[in-house]
Nanobody, 123 residues
Framework: QVQLVESGGGLVEAGGSLRLSCSAS????????VGWFRQAPGKEREFVAA???????YFVDSMKGRFTVDRDKAKNTVYLQMNSLKPEDTAVYYC?????????????????WGKGTLVTVSS
């Protein structure tokens, strides 16, 4: 079993930056595809970004250029760097991991999910 814990959320002004972390315990997830998702109040969960064990990166077009994803295998951690934040980025951000594939295949392929971290962007 892998336990995922997100951290780094908080309150930030529009235009600001935050870096979210997704740490794994239980076993290394360095070869897993790790994805970031978010869910805003009253909205469905949506994909944000993902990174494979081979460091292939996947982004939603609307967030490309503002958000980046990276991983530190020595720390067993994946990061989501969010820049130029907008009030519409306000959401609970979740990380999830897929141990079975080498590319991002969607949220249904994710076996493990964290509990989320809240990001609030004020205008």
């Amino acid at each position: 079993q892998v336990q995922l814990v997100e951290s780094g959320g908080g309150l930030v002004e529009a235009g600001g930056s935050l870096r979210l972390s997704c740490s794994a315990s239980g076993r290394t997830f360095n070869n897993y595809v790790v994805g970031w998702f978010r869910q805003a109040p009253g909205k469905e969960r949506e994909f944000v970004a993902a990174i494979s064990g081979g460091l292939s990166r996947y982004f939603v077009d609307s967030m490309k250029g503002r958000f980046t994803v990276d991983r530190d295998k020595a720390k067993n951690t994946v990061y989501l760097q969010m820049n130029s934040l907008k009030p519409e980025d306000t959401a609970v951000y979740y990380c999830a991991a897929d141990p079975n594939h080498n590319t991002y295949l969607g949220p249904a392929s994710m076996d493990y999910w964290g509990k989320g971290t809240l990001v609030t962007v004020s205008s």
